[in-house]
């Protein structure tokens, strides 16, 4: 593993690390982690990094904006900058090494991700979203599960406007203007509408983000697998179950990456 001096279209440091591939090279793998963890994504996308790269996959790992070691501050963090720091990992991936490209993105990962999948088109090989947020509405404005219901409840939407932030598990905060962001944009839409092939993992007792839409978006969707992680919460709750996921993933860009 090595760092990559990276710096986003708009100006900010973006804390990169490299994971060179091991075997003969097959892709490139970018790694989009979730709201209020950073690169590492809680260990899992490390792990994952070097699974990939006993594989063949140079992968690369960043920190958001807000995020981790990268610059900028969390409440300055927006969706608009979020899609900025991912094309601009993007852009150098494809310049360090040519297509197939690949991008896993973890639970808020797949909002940049999946806006971005128009300005990509071809240049993007295929996806695989982590207990995707594909449902901006449902998961934030007007939640419908246990922690979207204690974060972004009246009480704590109040406080956004008399205290100009609302904070993520008292710990992240979200200003007013990421808030007003998730009323403008449709991740759902861009993701149904692409043809980028796609796996999902999601587990079927996510009390984070819905299972159901993550599930009925991939049935309907062209080119796109699903994986049930059975009893797993969001970010998959188990050293078992990441298992699973990481192997899951694994394997798909595995195959995808010999078939291309």
Same mark, same amino acid.
């Given at each position: 593993?090595?760092?990559?001096?990276?710096?986003?279209?708009? +100006?900010?440091?973006?804390?990169?690390?490299?994971?060179?591939?091991? $075997? =003969?090279?097959?892709?490139?793998?970018?790694?989009?982690?979730?709201?209020?963890?950073?690169?590492?994504?809680? @260990?899992?996308?490390?792990?994952?990094?070097?699974?990939? *790269?006993?594989? @063949?996959?140079?992968?690369?790992?960043?920190?958001?904006?807000?995020?981790?070691?990268?610059?900028?501050?969390?409440? +300055?963090?927006?969706?608009?900058?979020?899609?900025?720091?991912?094309?601009?990992?993007?852009?150098? /991936?494809?310049?360090?090494?040519?297509?197939?490209? *690949?991008?896993?993105? $973890?639970?808020? +990962? $797949?909002?940049? *991700?999946?806006?971005?999948? #128009?300005?990509?088109? =071809?240049?993007? =090989?295929?996806?695989?979203?982590?207990? #995707?947020?594909?449902?901006?509405?449902?998961?934030?404005?007007? #939640?419908?599960?246990?922690?979207?219901?204690?974060?972004?409840?009246?009480?704590?939407?109040?406080?956004?406007?008399?205290?100009?932030?609302?904070?993520?598990?008292?710990?992240?905060?979200?200003?007013?203007?990421?808030?007003?962001?998730?009323?403008?944009?449709?991740?759902?839409?861009?993701?149904? /509408?692409?043809?980028? #092939?796609?796996?999902?993992?999601?587990?079927?007792?996510?009390?984070?983000?819905?299972?159901?839409?993550?599930?009925? $978006?991939?049935?309907?969707?062209?080119?796109?697998?699903?994986?049930?992680?059975?009893?797993?919460?969001?970010?998959?709750?188990?050293?078992?179950?990441?298992?699973?996921?990481?192997?899951?993933? /694994?394997?798909?860009?595995?195959?995808?990456?010999?078939?291309?």
């Amino acid at each position: 593993m090595r760092t990559l001096d990276v710096v986003s279209a708009d +100006g900010v440091f973006l804390d990169t690390v490299l994971h060179p591939a091991k $075997a =003969d090279p097959v892709g490139t793998v970018v790694q989009a982690h979730g709201i209020t963890v950073d690169k590492d994504e809680g @260990g899992m996308f490390v792990r994952l990094a070097e699974a990939l *790269s006993d594989r @063949g996959f140079d992968v690369i790992r960043f920190s958001y904006r807000g995020h981790g070691e990268s610059g900028g501050t969390p409440q +300055g963090v927006t969706v608009t900058g979020e899609i900025i720091d991912l094309q601009s990992i993007i852009e150098l /991936a494809l310049e360090r090494r040519p297509e197939p490209l *690949s991008v896993v993105a $973890a639970s808020f +990962g $797949a909002v940049s *991700s999946s806006l971005l999948l #128009p300005v990509l088109g =071809d240049r993007i =090989d295929s996806l695989v979203l982590w207990n #995707p947020v594909l449902d901006l509405e449902h998961t934030f404005l007007n #939640p419908d599960l246990p922690w979207g219901l204690e974060n972004f409840n009246p009480e704590q939407q109040r406080r956004l406007h008399t205290d100009g932030r609302l904070l993520i598990d008292d710990e992240f905060p979200i200003s007013p203007i990421m808030w007003r962001e998730f009323g403008l944009y449709d991740p759902l839409d861009t993701y149904m /509408a692409s043809p980028v #092939p796609s796996l999902v993992v999601h587990g079927d007792q996510d009390s984070y983000v819905s299972y159901d839409i993550a599930r009925t $978006a991939a049935t309907s969707r062209s080119d796109t697998d699903f994986h049930t992680v059975r009893g797993s919460d969001h970010g998959f709750d188990s050293t078992e179950r990441e298992n699973e996921a990481i192997r899951v993933s /694994a394997d798909w860009l595995e195959t995808r990456a010999k078939r291309v």
